[in-house]
């Protein structure tokens, strides 16, 4: 079975169809069906994405990027966290944050986890960026 993410500008969601039944994936932190498209790192290097990134950001606001899809295709790396970042390496977390909650719901409810996942590339997106946003998930195995 494949997941459903729609990786957006703002927020991020998950679903997936089985049969004729759409279901919608909760975050597990907050319990609405969709997460910031955000993430913070720490000087640990620790990478939070979605809610927990949100409620660090006031604690060191220069550990935290939102919108990170905006600078997908910058060749200029973000430093975060004391560590130079490109775009799709933040993308990528978000992107796996988003599956592992799905497949944390897939196995509290006795199913098999997701064995790939389809995600949503805006049409506008030129051929580099719509490659670096499946280049961000095949990293991540999807």
């Not at 994405?49 to 006031?58: C, H, I, P, T």
């Not at 992107?95 to 909650?101: P, S, V």
Request: charged letters at 20%; proline letters at 5%.
């Amino acid at each position: 079975m494949r997941l459903g993410i729609d990786f957006g500008t703002c927020f991020s969601s998950a679903a997936f169809l089985e049969g004729d039944i759409l279901t919608l994936i909760k975050d597990p932190a907050s319990l609405v069906f969709s997460i910031p498209s955000s993430v913070f790192v720490t000087f640990q290097g620790q990478i939070l994405s979605g809610k927990a990134a949100n409620n660090q950001r006031l604690r060191d606001p220069l550990c935290y990027r939102r919108e990170i899809r905006r600078d997908l295709g910058n060749t200029h790396p973000l430093l975060l966290g004391g560590k130079a970042w490109l775009p799709e390496q933040l993308v990528m977390h978000v992107l796996r944050k988003t599956k592992h909650d799905a497949d944390a719901f897939m196995i509290s409810s006795g199913h098999p986890t997701f064995t790939g996942a389809v995600i949503t590339i805006p049409a506008t997106y030129q051929q580099h960026k719509h490659g670096l946003m499946c280049q961000a998930a095949i990293k991540d195995k999807f």
